[in-house]
């Protein structure tokens, strides 16, 4: 199966920019603008985050979990978030092609979307946080 694929990121190494050059199905991105990004991920029908360093939670992650659709990821990415039920984990090759191709058949549904949010909102939201951080500093 051909599948469509845009790669987009900062600085890509010279050997990506080799390597997919003799494939029509697959679009560099690089240095895309914020916009660019967040329409990226909005719109694809899968988001592949791949992380070498575990270095915490990757942003990257997060805001495809909030704006995106399915999400592939390796381990590395993410360890330690508590954000597993919300990913596909593939940390090969082979599984990182398996995955994506049984995505590609996969509705996002409502369902998903809500279970989604449901998880999210318990450590990651925003306003949440700002209020446990509120409650800390100037306790009553």
Known sequence: MSVRCIIAGRKPPARIVSDISHHDNIKLIPDPATETM??????????????MAANGLKLKLLISLY??????VNSTTINGSGLYSLCHIADT?????????????????????????????????????????ITLLFPL
């Open 67 to 72: 704006c995106g659709r399915h999400c592939v």
């Open 38 to 51: 967040d329409d990226l991920i909005m719109n694809a029908h899968i988001n592949v985050i791949p992380t």
């Open 93 to 133: 090759e082979e599984k990182l092609v398996q995955k994506i191709n049984s995505l590609m058949e996969k509705p996002f549904t409502e369902e998903m979307i809500e279970e989604r949010r449901k998880i999210l909102i318990k450590n990651h939201d925003n306003k949440v946080n700002a209020e446990r951080l």
